[in-house]
């Protein structure tokens, strides 16, 4: 999901003539109705509203084609960029963008090598995110389209540009778990996007170099990346994002330090924004982790209802390794009442979920979680 908050675009008023006969009338500034939409847009956009900022740039650029407007480019860009958010969860979404995507390469000339970059990187997220979540097609496509997006921004000096589509190909080196490569071109990108002042651009590589820490085991560092980039994502202003970081410190905090009690703020703050908007996947990951900080104290009641939040928003959200996450941490909560059926239940549905969506991650934990419950005797809460 990835808002780049440097490309705001605020609206633009463009001052009205004086209508003929009423000299003494005070002109009046004409609303430029599609930078008006564009600014709405945006600002849904970073509020997490991205249903509605597509809305607002479908008709944006309705209006900018009927009036031969010379911003209909950039109004379908930005489109697009919506859309492929919107298509990590609606592959119609996903189809439409890339509709659009061809439409803007097939009509660029040799003076649009900016908006080339923008539509190479936006087609290879569209990519990378089918095989990351659907395991569709392979990894060389996305990072082909992210390498020719990076060359084109480099050829015209487009920092900001050249620190974003870096990050992407270090996403991939991450997911072909190519470690080194991926810390290098994450620390690459995160000096690119400080250079240009990409708030939301160094929100992302700190994020991901704060996992890269915590994998090596240095949870110190990862804990102040991990705070580094919400402060990014608040700084920028990006509501949505600063709330999913916040479930990320909270998760250094309670998973990895046992300081369940100091993350529960952090999954407390998350899950209100959560139910604001109504996002499954901000409400799964909130609610597991409020989940988790009430089991630490062992308050089996309050687990119980926040597991059984962050599964059915799990379900929705169509996440079903959050869905596996959730089960384990439920069954341990069943087991400890007495309830090995349900536990084993649990954790059965989850990893036929897990097989229906084709993820691998996560079925070696909900094997052995089902091995050990087999051996075991319930434990007293």
């Given at each position: 999901?990835?808002?780049?908050?440097?490309?705001?675009?605020?609206?633009?008023?463009?001052?009205?003539?004086?209508?003929?006969?009423?000299?003494?009338?005070?002109?009046?500034?004409?609303?430029?109705?599609?930078?008006?939409?564009?600014?709405?847009?945006?600002?849904?956009?970073?509020?997490?509203?991205?249903?509605?900022?597509?809305?607002?740039?479908?008709?944006?650029?309705?209006?900018?084609?009927?009036?031969?407007?010379?911003?209909?480019?950039?109004?379908?860009?930005?489109?697009?960029?919506?859309?492929?958010?919107?298509?990590?969860?609606?592959?119609?979404?996903?189809?439409?963008?890339?509709?659009?995507?061809?439409?803007?390469?097939?009509?660029?000339?040799?003076?649009?090598?900016?908006?080339?970059?923008?539509?190479?990187?936006?087609?290879?997220?569209?990519?990378?995110?089918?095989?990351?979540?659907?395991?569709?097609?392979?990894?060389?496509?996305?990072?082909?389209?992210?390498?020719?997006?990076?060359?084109?921004?480099?050829?015209?000096?487009?920092?900001?540009?050249?620190?974003?589509?870096?990050?992407?190909?270090?996403?991939?080196?991450?997911?072909?778990?190519?470690?080194?490569?991926?810390?290098?071109?994450?620390?690459?990108?995160?000096?690119?996007?400080?250079?240009?002042?990409?708030?939301?651009?160094?929100?992302?590589?700190?994020?991901?170099?704060?996992?890269?820490?915590?994998?090596?085991?240095?949870?110190?560092?990862?804990?102040?990346?991990?705070?580094?980039?919400?402060?990014?994502?608040?700084?920028?202003?990006?509501?949505?994002?600063?709330?999913?970081?916040?479930?990320?410190?909270?998760?250094?905090?309670?998973?990895?330090?046992?300081?369940?009690?100091?993350?529960?703020?952090?999954?407390?703050?998350?899950?209100?924004?959560?139910?604001?908007?109504?996002?499954?996947?901000?409400?799964?990951?909130?609610?597991?982790?409020?989940?988790?900080?009430?089991?630490?104290?062992?308050d089996g009641g309050s687990a119980r209802s926040h597991l059984?939040?962050?599964?059915?928003?799990?379900?929705?959200?169509?996440?079903?390794?959050?869905?596996?996450?959730?089960?384990?941490?439920?069954?341990?909560?069943?087991?400890?009442?007495?309830?090995?059926?349900?536990?084993?239940?649990?954790?059965?549905?989850?990893?036929?979920?897990?097989?229906?969506?084709?993820?691998?991650?996560?079925?070696?934990?909900?094997?052995?979680?089902?091995?050990?419950?087999?051996?075991?005797?319930?434990?007293?809460?």
């Amino acid at each position: 999901m990835r808002a780049r908050a440097e490309r705001v675009m605020w609206s633009v008023l463009v001052l009205g003539g004086v209508l003929a006969g009423c000299a003494h009338t005070p002109a009046q500034p004409s609303p430029d109705r599609i930078g008006e939409a564009l600014a709405h847009a945006q600002s849904r956009y970073l509020d997490g509203h991205w249903l509605q900022s597509a809305e607002a740039l479908e008709a944006a650029a309705a209006q900018a084609r009927a009036s031969q407007d010379t911003r209909l480019k950039r109004v379908e860009l930005e489109w697009a960029r919506v859309l492929v958010d919107l298509g990590r969860r609606d592959r119609t979404k996903g189809d439409r963008a890339l509709v659009l995507l061809e439409g803007l390469r097939s009509g660029s000339s040799d003076s649009d090598r900016a908006l080339l970059a923008d539509v190479l990187l936006h087609t290879g997220r569209v990519h990378y995110w089918r095989k990351l979540i659907g395991n569709e097609g392979d990894w060389e496509r996305p990072l082909t389209l992210f390498r020719e997006a990076h060359a084109q921004y480099a050829s015209h000096r487009n920092v900001r540009g050249e620190g974003e589509s870096l990050f992407y190909v270090a996403l991939v080196h991450q997911f072909r778990e190519q470690w080194a490569e991926a810390r290098t071109l994450f620390e690459r990108s995160l000096a690119l996007s400080r250079q240009a002042r990409d708030l939301v651009g160094q929100g992302y590589t700190l994020r991901h170099l704060g996992y890269l820490e915590d994998r090596e085991g240095r949870l110190d560092q990862a804990l102040a990346l991990h705070r580094q980039a919400l402060e990014a994502r608040e700084a920028a202003g990006w509501r949505v994002g600063a709330a999913f970081q916040a479930i990320a410190v909270g998760d250094v905090l309670c998973v990895r330090q046992g300081s369940c009690a100091e993350a529960e703020p952090l999954y407390s703050r998350a899950a209100s924004l959560a139910a604001e908007l109504g996002d499954p996947i901000l409400t799964a990951e909130a609610s597991l982790g409020l989940g988790r900080a009430a089991w630490a104290r062992r308050d089996g009641g309050s687990a119980r209802s926040h597991l059984a939040a962050a599964r059915a928003a799990a379900e929705t959200g169509g996440d079903a390794v959050i869905g596996a996450t959730v089960a384990l941490i439920r069954a341990e909560v069943l087991h400890a009442a007495g309830d090995d059926a349900e536990a084993r239940r649990t954790l059965e549905r989850a990893r036929a979920s897990l097989e229906r969506s084709g993820q691998e991650e996560m079925r070696g934990e909900l094997d052995q979680a089902l091995s050990k419950l087999a051996g075991s005797t319930p434990r007293p809460q």
